[in-house]
């Protein structure tokens, strides 16, 4: 599933969620918002958005991947409840990335 950030008409980002690799688990798969709108508070719509959409799809876990080198990304994640997995993986020649996750249950942060 896609989403698009709409303001003013203007794109102002997108984020699509999918199946995950394990049972009973989603994807939050790409992610992006314009630097115009960034620290506006787009990017935690976005991630908001996909959570309440893999809660309503019935998933209980939503994982995602990202770099080492995108810590304003890591701290959007983990201001919307996500945290590191333990997985990790090479994205590039000597540029990791991480796996993070959150519970999706109705007891789980909004």
Do not use: C, I, K
Not at 21 to 34: F, H, I, K, N, R
Not at 96 to 106: C, D, I, V, Y
């Amino acid at each position: 599933m896609r989403f698009l950030a709409d303001v003013d008409g203007a794109a102002a980002g997108t984020a699509s969620g999918g199946d995950g690799e394990s049972t009973g688990a989603a994807a939050l798969t790409a992610m992006w918002v314009d630097p115009a709108f960034r620290r506006a508070g787009v990017g935690d719509l976005l991630v908001r958005t996909v959570v309440e959409w893999a809660r309503a799809e019935g998933y209980d876990r939503l994982f995602l991947w990202v770099t080492a080198v995108n810590l304003n990304a890591e701290r959007l994640y983990s201001r919307n409840g996500f945290q590191r997995a333990g997985g990790s993986q090479e994205v590039r020649p000597g540029e990791l990335e991480f796996e993070m996750s959150r519970a999706l249950h109705p007891r789980s942060l909004r």
